[in-house]
């Protein structure tokens, strides 16, 4: 088969890039292009930062801040409400300042092995769905809670994002586990 064979074959299989690819088709543009994501900072009054607890294979299990990648023709604030409602069961207020542009590449990975992180300030404009609320014990895949530090659990891709998550409120922070 040729290789133009293979674009016009992926090509037709897929109706509406802007909804989502496959997932094999979305892990092979993902060895061919950096991908794009957008994470959201978000505190509460006591200055605690909320992070969400991921397991999904590409890293070990742990907390990490609420991001997702950007589709292809979608727009940041919409990447960023999206994030919000899927993540976090909230709809959510940000004035669209960068506040970071960070690349990662990770030198073994063959998939999403290579990407730029956009973090922005967001505030909460609704209440979060308490259903994903963590509690105690092992941390569940979705779930969220609010930390007063860097846990030592973050995951390594946000490891870069440790200066926005410590010294909060005058805290000398301790690498603490949550669960």
């Not at 999904?56 to 990447?79: C, F, L, M, Q």
Request: proline letters at 4%.
């Amino acid at each position: 088969m040729t290789t133009q064979k293979a674009i016009d074959m992926i090509s037709t299989s897929i109706a509406d890039p802007s909804a989502g690819l496959p997932e094999d088709v979305f892990l092979f543009v993902s060895r061919l292009t950096p991908l794009i994501n957008v994470d959201l900072l978000i505190r509460n009054r006591r200055s605690q930062t909320l992070l969400t607890w991921r397991d999904d294979g590409y890293y070990k299990a742990g907390w990490h801040i609420p991001g997702g990648i950007i589709r292809y023709k979608e727009k940041i604030s919409e990447r960023i409400n999206a994030v919000a409602r899927t993540e976090l069961g909230a709809e959510i207020k940000t004035d669209h300042i960068l506040l970071a542009l960070n690349e990662y590449i990770h030198p073994t990975r063959k998939n999403r092995g290579h990407g730029i992180s956009l973090l922005y300030k967001c505030k909460l404009a609704t209440l979060l769905d308490r259903g994903l609320k963590y509690s105690s014990g092992v941390p569940k895949k979705g779930e969220w809670a609010w930390h007063d530090c860097c846990p030592s659990n973050i995951l390594s891709v946000h490891e870069i994002y440790r200066e926005f998550l410590d010294n909060r409120r005058g805290l000398i922070c301790k690498q603490k586990k949550l669960n």
